[in-house]
């Protein structure tokens, strides 16, 4: 009788131990209709921006920097960057800035001298 007692005394240690692990694994409630909303939300920015770009025939868009655009450089591959223009009138000793202007490296302005 002994045996049969420790038997079960070890099923019952297994079968609690199992519940226990049972209930670490359930997972946290959510709450779904306020998922369900920020999704919604979510869907509609996405929306948005694919008007932006679909009305400026662009296929990116860069959302912190409204200038920059991705471009291929020669070191890193491709980045999100401006391409700035500068001029050196060495006889005055003057820089030029010119404005930044987002633009990839198949689009560069024709050299005129």
């Known amino acids: ?10 099923h019952l240690k297994a079968m609690d ?3 226990r692990q049972e209930d670490a ?6 709450d779904v209709p306020a998922a369900v909303e920020k999704s919604r939300t979510q ?9 932006e770009l679909s009305a400026q ?3 990116q868009l860069v ?6 655009r991705l471009m291929r450089t020669a070191i890193h591959g491709h980045q999100v960057a401006y391409n700035a223009q500068i001029a050196v ?7 030029v800035l010119g404005p930044r202007r987002a ?3 198949r689009s560069r302005p024709s050299a005129s001298r």
């Open 57 to 59: 025939w662009l296929k």
């Open 43 to 51: 869907r509609d920015k996405l929306q948005q921006q694919a008007e």
């Open 103 to 105: 633009m990839g490296a």
């Open 1 to 10: 009788m002994a045996a049969v007692d420790r038997k079960i005394a070890e």
């Open 25 to 30: 694994d359930v997972p946290e409630r959510t």
């Open 63 to 68: 959302t912190t920097e409204r200038e920059a």
């Open 89 to 95: 009138d060495a006889e005055k000793k003057l820089i």
């Open 17 to 19: 131990e199992a519940d």
